[in-house]
């Protein structure tokens, strides 16, 4: 008889099933062991076993950094056999775990086991909640429950508004989500271009509190994705609770009740919400930047960004035109240059690309079958996954000041990262002097987004595509035009220039004594902790100014996520009806950020422009610490940073 247990089927297998053999014989012996704890309930298997493993480097994923760093020294094979035996015997005899919730102590000894990493009590903390192994590690203990006048609004249906609708749920808060389109899923609705992926690994692209072990490759294509948060909003029933095709107007703190009072319209009718609470989900990079050009329409062919594709273009034996480097243009180009006759990819500059050979790749049968099969093989993956997130000790792009005296580089650990990029550069372009001197980027490493490489490298040698250097100028009936002249006949256009750091600019946010959030954040944007600003009581902003860049979107979006709970939690226990970050306190924390921005390579940038700046040049994306820092961070509210009003 099979049965599950998070996501894992679970039933008895003949100790000669060949799947079984298979699976546990590629499987990481360090996660072969750790699964035989959960089974076994047996700790001492860490120190008599374990102790084979000590000083062998483990297997690590994690996005941007390739997976094989050298020859690693090898763990004693007797004990490897061993280990793969006894967890074939213990699959075979009863797959059913008797340790599912490791406690603290014994979670750190198979954490930092699983790793060879010592870890510090906050990133223990950390690992053990992104690793599926504990909820909201540093939530308060609720003693009251949600009125029923306290209701929240998550504006956006995309991945955070469904945390956040799960989370706010489970603390017995009312809520509602409006959702301009007609599903959720955001970001991964609305990309339908060609070869659209994610580009973090699958394993850590996953909630934390939703782990998938059925992902059918390394990182998804965006269908697939889309797939999974569907799955997710209909499996925790958020999907009741959305109103689609639903946009939000206007949001106006009423002072007199101490609510917000939200206009939409939908299907062409105004409707209007009166909430406690508001929750914008609408991430930062909703706005699609246009090339600033005049004459788009000049051009007589199909001319598309990539945020808004038609797949009714027809691309096959046409000559396309690519507008961009950026990851949604190597993804295109991939794509299109297997189907058009000509493609020809436009680079204003270039970007860090870096090496994943599982990049494309389906996942392994045998290790999907372990994922799918053996207790916590899932957990333990993801848990590899955010070794950077759990042990860097500063941020990659801030520069050692030490470093920079004696080499002219920003740091150890930077220099290491860029020289993979090079040395990646040098091995396929070696025979291409031109290509790789275009290629090359003449900037700080992390100043703009590093990029995976999805085949686009292999891609820029094939003969029919090119790479021109330039900028779009203007458009003509049948082809584009570059700042130095230079024409481009084409059928087809796709801009993929990204996304424009919108930070709510096409919603009028008014909050106490009339003031615009608009005229607040001119000339640019900012946040107490990337989430609330002061005169705008009980509303926060997810993927706020100043909160990225650390963690993929899925883990910031927990964290964020969580300090929203937790002040609301905090309004319950203390009957607050609004709770305002002061002027003083968001003013230390933006100045303070602001300081420590300075001495990173978002700032001192060189060359390279990107999306982490706004239009007036500040750098408005970045948080200059690590994860940890900002998960820490994010644990709990300091109620003395806030103005407060109590109901009457």
């Given at each position: 008889?099979?049965?599950?247990?998070?996501?894992?089927?679970?039933?008895?297998?003949?100790?000669?099933?060949?799947?079984?053999?298979?699976?546990?014989?590629?499987?990481?012996?360090?996660?072969?062991?750790?699964?035989?704890?959960?089974?076994?309930?047996?700790?001492?298997?860490?120190?008599?076993?374990?102790?084979?493993?000590?000083?062998?480097?483990?297997?690590?994923?994690s996005s941007f950094s390739p997976r094989d760093l050298g020859p690693p020294k090898e763990v004693d094979a007797a004990v490897v056999k061993q280990i793969r035996e006894m967890l074939i015997a213990q699959m075979a005899k009863d797959p059913h775990p008797l340790i599912t919730f490791p406690d603290r102590a014994l979670f750190q000894q198979m954490a930092e086991?699983?790793?060879?990493?010592?870890?510090?009590?906050?990133?223990?903390?950390?690992?053990?909640?992104?690793?599926?192994?504990?909820?909201?590690?540093?939530?308060?203990?609720?003693?009251?429950?949600?009125?029923?006048?306290?209701?929240?609004?998550?504006?956006?249906?995309?991945?955070?508004g469904l945390i956040a609708a799960i989370k706010l749920k489970a603390a017995g808060f009312d809520y509602r989500i409006v959702e301009r389109n007609k599903s959720v899923g955001g970001t991964w609705y609305l990309n339908t271009y060609p070869n659209v992926a994610v580009d973090t690994p699958s394993v850590q692209y996953s909630l934390s509190f939703e782990q998938?072990?059925?992902?059918?490759?390394?990182?998804?294509?965006?269908?697939?994705?889309?797939?999974?948060?569907?799955?997710?909003?209909?499996?925790?029933?958020?999907?009741?609770?959305?109103?689609?095709?639903?946009?939000?107007?206007?949001?106006?703190?009423?002072?007199?009740?101490?609510?917000?009072?939200?206009?939409?319209?939908?299907?062409?009718?105004?409707?209007?919400?009166?909430?406690?609470?508001?929750?914008?989900?609408?991430?930062?990079?909703?706005?699609?930047?246009?090339?600033?050009v005049d004459d788009l329409d000049t051009f007589e062919g199909p001319l598309v960004h990539s945020g808004y594709w038609d797949d009714s273009i027809e691309v096959e034996g046409k000559k396309v035109v690519i507008v961009g480097t950026g990851a949604t243009s190597a993804q295109l180009a991939t794509n299109l240059s297997g189907r058009a006759s000509h493609v020809?990819?436009?680079?204003?500059?270039?970007?860090?690309?870096?090496?994943?050979?599982?990049?494309?790749?389906?996942?392994?049968?045998?290790?999907?079958?372990?994922?799918?099969?053996?207790?916590?093989?899932?957990?333990?993956?993801?848990?590899?996954?955010?070794?950077?997130?759990?042990?860097?000790?500063?941020?990659?792009?801030?520069?050692?000041?030490?470093?920079?005296?004696?080499?002219?580089?920003?740091?150890?650990?930077?220099?290491?990262?860029?020289?993979?990029?090079?040395?990646?550069?040098?091995?396929?372009?070696?025979?291409?002097?031109?290509?790789?001197?275009?290629?090359?980027?003449?900037?700080?490493?992390?100043?703009?987004?590093?990029?995976?490489?999805?085949?686009?490298?292999?891609?820029?040698?094939?003969?029919?595509?090119?790479?021109?250097?330039?900028?779009?100028?203007?458009?003509?009936?049948?082809?584009?035009?570059?700042?130095?002249?230079?024409?481009?006949?084409?059928?087809?256009?796709?801009?993929?220039?990204?996304?424009?750091?919108?930070?709510?600019?096409?919603?009028?946010?008014?909050?106490?004594?009339?003031?615009?959030?608009?005229?607040?954040?001119?000339?640019?944007?900012?946040?107490?902790?990337?989430?609330?600003?002061?005169?705008?009581?009980?509303?926060?902003?997810?993927?706020?100014?100043?909160?990225?860049?650390?963690?993929?979107?899925?883990?910031?979006?927990?964290?964020?996520?969580?300090?929203?709970?937790?002040?609301?939690?905090?309004?319950?226990?203390?009957?607050?009806?609004?709770?305002?970050?002061?002027?003083?306190?968001?003013?230390?924390?933006?100045?303070?950020?602001?300081?420590?921005?300075?001495?990173?390579?978002?700032?001192?940038?060189?060359?390279?422009?990107?999306?982490?700046?706004?239009?007036?040049?500040?750098?408005?994306?970045?948080?200059?610490?690590?994860?940890?820092?900002?998960?820490?961070?994010?644990?709990?509210?300091?109620?003395?940073?806030?103005?407060?009003?109590?109901?009457?």
């Amino acid at each position: 008889m099979e049965s599950m247990h998070d996501g894992v089927h679970l039933k008895k297998y003949s100790i000669d099933d060949e799947r079984l053999q298979s699976a546990v014989a590629a499987l990481d012996p360090a996660i072969a062991l750790l699964a035989l704890v959960h089974l076994t309930g047996d700790r001492t298997l860490l120190r008599t076993l374990g102790a084979a493993f000590d000083g062998v480097p483990r297997a690590a994923q994690s996005s941007f950094s390739p997976r094989d760093l050298g020859p690693p020294k090898e763990v004693d094979a007797a004990v490897v056999k061993q280990i793969r035996e006894m967890l074939i015997a213990q699959m075979a005899k009863d797959p059913h775990p008797l340790i599912t919730f490791p406690d603290r102590a014994l979670f750190q000894q198979m954490a930092e086991f699983c790793i060879g990493i010592p870890l510090g009590e906050q990133a223990v903390a950390m690992g053990r909640e992104q690793a599926g192994f504990s909820k909201d590690e540093g939530a308060a203990e609720a003693s009251r429950v949600p009125g029923p006048d306290f209701n929240v609004l998550i504006l956006g249906g995309g991945m955070v508004g469904l945390i956040a609708a799960i989370k706010l749920k489970a603390a017995g808060f009312d809520y509602r989500i409006v959702e301009r389109n007609k599903s959720v899923g955001g970001t991964w609705y609305l990309n339908t271009y060609p070869n659209v992926a994610v580009d973090t690994p699958s394993v850590q692209y996953s909630l934390s509190f939703e782990q998938n072990a059925s992902w059918s490759k390394y990182y998804p294509r965006g269908a697939e994705y889309l797939a999974y948060l569907q799955m997710v909003a209909d499996k925790y029933q958020v999907t009741d609770n959305i109103d689609f095709n639903t946009e939000v107007q206007s949001c106006v703190w009423d002072e007199d009740r101490k609510l917000w009072t939200v206009t939409c319209v939908c299907d062409g009718e105004t409707k209007t919400y009166e909430a406690r609470a508001v929750i914008s989900a609408f991430g930062f990079l909703t706005k699609p930047s246009m090339p600033k050009v005049d004459d788009l329409d000049t051009f007589e062919g199909p001319l598309v960004h990539s945020g808004y594709w038609d797949d009714s273009i027809e691309v096959e034996g046409k000559k396309v035109v690519i507008v961009g480097t950026g990851a949604t243009s190597a993804q295109l180009a991939t794509n299109l240059s297997g189907r058009a006759s000509h493609v020809t990819v436009v680079q204003r500059q270039p970007n860090y690309m870096m090496p994943d050979e599982k990049t494309l790749k389906d996942v392994d049968a045998n290790e999907r079958w372990a994922l799918e099969h053996i207790p916590f093989v899932t957990q333990w993956s993801r848990f590899q996954s955010l070794v950077s997130m759990l042990t860097l000790p500063v941020s990659p792009g801030v520069i050692d000041k030490d470093y920079r005296e004696r080499t002219g580089g920003v740091s150890a650990l930077n220099e290491g990262a860029r020289q993979v990029s090079l040395n990646y550069i040098e091995s396929k372009f070696a025979d291409y002097p031109e290509l790789k001197r275009k290629v090359t980027p003449d900037f700080p490493f992390f100043a703009k987004r590093p990029i995976l490489d999805c085949g686009y490298y292999d891609t820029l040698k094939r003969p029919n595509v090119d790479l021109v250097e330039g900028s779009l100028a203007r458009c003509e009936k049948d082809a584009v035009v570059l700042a130095d002249g230079t024409r481009i006949e084409a059928d087809v256009v796709a801009l993929a220039t990204g996304y424009s750091l919108a930070f709510l600019s096409n919603i009028d946010i008014t909050g106490r004594d009339g003031r615009s959030l608009e005229d607040v954040w001119n000339p640019y944007p900012f946040a107490y902790k990337g989430l609330e600003v002061p005169g705008f009581p009980n509303f926060f902003i997810t993927s706020g100014p100043n909160s990225g860049l650390t963690a993929s979107h899925t883990t910031l979006g927990e964290q964020q996520v969580h300090y929203v709970v937790e002040c609301l939690k905090a309004m319950v226990e203390r009957d607050l009806v609004a709770l305002d970050v002061s002027e003083k306190a968001c003013t230390e924390y933006c100045q303070a950020i602001e300081q420590r921005l300075e001495d990173t390579v978002w700032v001192q940038k060189g060359t390279a422009h990107g999306y982490y700046r706004h239009e007036s040049g500040k750098v408005v994306l970045a948080y200059p610490g690590t994860n940890l820092e900002y998960w820490s961070a994010l644990r709990r509210p300091d109620l003395g940073d806030y103005d407060t009003i109590a109901r009457q």
